[in-house]
């Protein structure tokens, strides 16, 4: 890689160094987690500044090398052949206020009993923009969860929360598990509402 990237590992720094198997992240996002763990009341500004040429090419480590591509049918790995480049632009397109999100790709997948799901996949510029903004938020945001919320959380998942709960049953004071699942839910929901409730 050349010049621009190679900053990125220097950047780094254990994000738990007490903890085993975490991944690490850049001191920027490490700073902005510590002040909002301290600062709970603080309003952060100025975030789109740190959408940088560093955050970016770290978002696109992250991406999954087999996903299938989005409309302009080029995959994570043939972005990644090109990455200074490609990253750079971005950037550009960031600080120049052109940059726009492509339309995404519609595809059915399976879901169970004759049905399907629709899936949306994005260009692999906007899935780099979207994981360098998700670090972000999730820096700010990892802080005001509860230990035992587990769902679309770092290090967190499924397995994690089946192992916690098999060790609060054995050891714990229930007589008692009840399962529930919506069916259909996000298909049912009022989504006019469901928008007026997210403003």
Same mark, same amino acid.
């Given at each position: ?6 900053g990125i590992r220097s950047l ?68 990644? $052949? ?85 060790q609060e049953l054995q050891y ?10 919506? $069916? ?16």
């Amino acid at each position: 890689m050349g010049k621009g990237l190679a900053g990125i590992r220097s950047l780094q720094r254990k994000h738990n160094p007490n903890t085993k198997g975490r991944e690490t992240m850049q001191t920027s996002l490490q700073a902005i987690a510590e002040k909002a763990k301290k600062l709970r009341k603080y309003r952060f500004q100025n975030l789109y500044g740190m959408l940088n040429v560093n955050l970016l090419a770290e978002a696109w480590k992250k991406l999954n090398k087999k996903a299938a591509a989005g409309v302009d049918g080029t995959s994570v790995g043939d972005y990644g $052949r090109d990455l200074e480049s490609n990253i750079q632009k971005i950037v550009d397109d960031l600080k120049n206020k052109r940059y726009h999100a492509k339309q995404v790709r519609r595809v059915y997948i399976p879901k169970g009993e004759g049905k399907l799901r629709p899936l949306g996949l994005p260009a692999t510029v906007d899935k780099v923009v979207q994981r360098a903004a998700a670090d972000i938020l999730e820096a700010i945001y990892e802080q005001e969860f509860l230990p035992n919320s587990y769902g679309y959380r770092p290090n967190r998942g499924p397995q994690k929360a089946v192992i916690d709960l098999t060790q609060e049953l054995q050891y714990g004071r229930y007589n008692y598990i009840v399962e529930a699942d919506i $069916r259909s839910f996000f298909d049912n929901i009022d989504h006019e509402w469901l928008i007026k409730m997210l403003e």
